[in-house]
Nanobody, 125 residues
Framework: QVHLLESGGGLVQAGGSLRLSCSAS????????MGWFRQGAGKEREFVAV????????YYGDSAKGRFTISRDNTKNTMYLQMNSLKPEDTAVYYC??????????????????WGQGTQVTVSS
C-alpha cells in the first residue's frame, strides 16, 4: 500500500516557477514508477510527466516538454515536479500517481494503482 500526498501548489504569475512535491508512505515507494497528471476546470485529466522506479528514465507530455522537470529521491520517498515558465493554461489541480515500475507501465495503464489528493496550481496572467 502506498499513500501519496502532494504539496507545493499555489498562485504564481505567468513566467514564474513552482516546485511540486509528492511524498509517499510505504516501503515500496522505490519500486514504483511515478507520474504527474493534471486536470483543469471543465477539462479531462491530462498526463504531464512520468519517471521510472530508479529515476533513470523520464517521459513528458507535450505541454510539459522543455518547461517541466520530473525527479525523485527514493531515500526521501519523494517525487518532484519543477515547473518553469508557467502559463495561465497550466492552471489545474496536479495529481501524483504510482503504478508499475517502468515509464511504459504507468503511461500505458488503463487504471493506476495509487493517486494522491491533488494540489491546486493557479497561474495568473
Amino acid at each position: 500500500q502506498v499513500h501519496l500526498l502532494e504539496s507545493g501548489g499555489g498562485l504564481v504569475q505567468a513566467g514564474g516557477s513552482l516546485r511540486l512535491s509528492c511524498s509517499a508512505s510505504g516501503r515500496t515507494f522505490g519500486s514504483y514508477a511515478m507520474g504527474w497528471f493534471r486536470q483543469g476546470a471543465g477539462k479531462e485529466r491530462e498526463f504531464v510527466a512520468v519517471i521510472n522506479w530508479s529515476g533513470s528514465s523520464t517521459y513528458y507530455g507535450d505541454s510539459a516538454k522543455g518547461r517541466f522537470t520530473i525527479s525523485r529521491d527514493n531515500t526521501k520517498n519523494t517525487m518532484y515536479l519543477q515547473m518553469n515558465s508557467l502559463k495561465p493554461e497550466d492552471t489545474a489541480v496536479y495529481y501524483c500517481a504510482a503504478h508499475g515500475s517502468s515509464t511504459t507501465d504507468l503511461v500505458g495503464a488503463v487504471r493506476l494503482d495509487y493517486w494522491g489528493q491533488g494540489t491546486q496550481v493557479t497561474v495568473s496572467s
